[in-house]
């Protein structure tokens, strides 16, 4: 198929480049010329613009940081039209499919689904989850808002890049599952890593203390493929200096729109609200642009 793919960060590049070995013809765009470059060495086309990609395109895919790129993206800002107004029917009078792969609050994706919608188009929210790791190996879990035609339309694409994909319901669904994951993922990971700090901190070794935890009853992800603390985990972030995966300024906003979904549902979220306060904390110490794992450093300040 003909894919237009628009953002190619620590997520996005690595889901572009399965499309392309899966042998769909894909036009990226990014504002980083290196990553469009990156990919073009892949097989990729390389676009000037969101309309030049996407012109001709069957599908269009946007993996973006947050709400306010996805709107300017898709309905414009500061005057200027989004690429709603720009995309054109084919020769068969038909119009492409849209897949945004961003994290966002529900009510952004309903409000672009919905102008999607007046345009004649197809919008799906489609957040992911996986890391940068799953994104590399295909092995991504793709969470579905939008119709269950949309949904089968797409499923196509979403397998060259993942292997669990979920349709959580209309519109908006998708974010909303995806934020309740991303915030049991933060109140796991800064568990995590204060447990390890803890043990540490009482003479255990950290790769000793975290085979035990796995194997018993606080056995989760992070300690089972993405242990904070460095040196235990050969591959991980935490052995990397912390640098590429998932950004702790994106949890942090992740865990924001935790807040914001609570706050307007009226839900009760203690402990998410303790891991929001955790990760904004970490972030406004100079650790935004780190691995979202780095939490662990909170806890080993002063060693």
């Given at each position: 198929?003909?894919?237009?793919?628009?953002?190619?960060?620590?997520?996005?590049?690595?889901?572009?480049s399965?499309?392309?070995?899966?042998?769909?013809?894909?036009?990226?765009?990014?504002?980083?010329?290196?990553?469009?470059?990156?990919?073009?060495?892949?097989?990729?086309?390389?676009?000037?613009?969101?309309?030049?990609?996407t012109?001709?395109?069957?599908v269009?895919?946007?993996?973006?940081?947050?709400?306010?790129?996805?709107?300017?993206?898709?309905?414009?800002?500061?005057?200027?039209?989004?690429?709603?107004?720009?995309?054109?029917?084919?020769?068969?009078n038909?119009?492409?499919?849209?897949?945004?792969?961003?994290?966002?609050?529900?009510?952004?994706?309903?409000?672009?689904?919905?102008?999607?919608?007046?345009?004649?188009?197809?919008?799906?929210?489609?957040?992911?989850?996986g890391?940068?790791?799953?994104?590399?190996?295909?092995?991504?879990?793709?969470?579905?808002?939008?119709?269950?035609?949309?949904?089968?339309?797409?499923?196509?694409?979403?397998?060259?890049?993942?292997?669990?994909i979920?349709?959580a319901?209309?519109?908006?669904?998708?974010?909303?599952?995806?934020?309740?994951?991303?915030?049991?993922?933060?109140?796991?990971?800064?568990g995590?890593?204060?447990?390890?700090?803890?043990?540490?901190?009482?003479?255990?070794?950290?790769?000793?203390?975290?085979?035990?935890?796995?194997?018993?009853?606080?056995?989760?992800?992070?300690?089972?493929?993405?242990?904070?603390?460095?040196?235990?985990?050969?591959?991980?972030?935490?052995?990397?200096?912390?640098?590429?995966?998932?950004?702790?300024?994106?949890?942090?906003?992740?865990?924001?729109?935790?807040?914001?979904?609570?706050?307007?549902?009226?839900?009760?979220?203690?402990?998410?609200?303790?891991?929001?306060?955790?990760?904004?904390?970490?972030?406004?110490?100079?650790?935004?642009?780190?691995?979202?794992?780095?939490?662990?450093?909170?806890?080993?300040?002063?060693?």
């Open positions: 198929m003909n894919i237009a793919f628009i953002g190619l960060g620590n997520m996005g590049a690595p889901m572009a399965n499309l392309v070995k899966a042998g769909h013809s894909v036009t990226v765009f990014d504002l980083v010329e290196s990553a469009m470059q990156a990919l073009e060495s892949e097989g990729a086309r390389r676009a000037e613009s969101t309309e030049a990609a012109k001709g395109a069957e269009i895919i946007s993996m973006l940081p947050a709400g306010v790129h996805v709107k300017g993206l898709y309905l414009g800002r500061d005057g200027a039209p989004g690429l709603l107004e720009a995309l054109e029917t084919d020769a068969d038909t119009k492409p499919l849209i897949i945004d792969a961003s994290t966002i609050s529900p009510e952004d994706a309903r409000e672009v689904a919905a102008a999607a919608r007046e345009h004649g188009l197809t919008w799906l929210d489609a957040p992911v989850s890391g940068v790791g799953g994104a590399k190996a295909g092995a991504l879990t793709f969470i579905v808002g939008g119709s269950a035609e949309g949904f089968e339309q797409a499923r196509p694409v979403l397998e060259a890049m993942g292997k669990n979920f349709h319901g209309e519109s908006g669904a998708g974010q909303v599952a995806k934020i309740c994951n991303n915030m049991l993922l933060g109140i796991l990971m800064s995590t890593a204060e447990a390890l700090a803890l043990g540490v901190k009482n003479g255990m070794d950290p790769a000793v203390l975290s085979e035990i935890m796995k194997q018993s009853s606080g056995g989760n992800w992070a300690l089972n493929v993405y242990n904070p603390w460095p040196g235990v985990m050969e591959g991980s972030a935490a052995s990397r200096d912390y640098q590429g995966g998932f950004l702790t300024d994106l949890m942090a906003k992740d865990l924001g729109l935790a807040w914001e979904l609570a706050l307007g549902s009226k839900s009760t979220v203690p402990m998410g609200s303790q891991a929001r306060n955790l990760f904004a904390l970490h972030s406004a110490q100079g650790s935004g642009s780190l691995d979202f794992s780095s939490i662990q450093k909170l806890y080993r300040e002063g060693e």
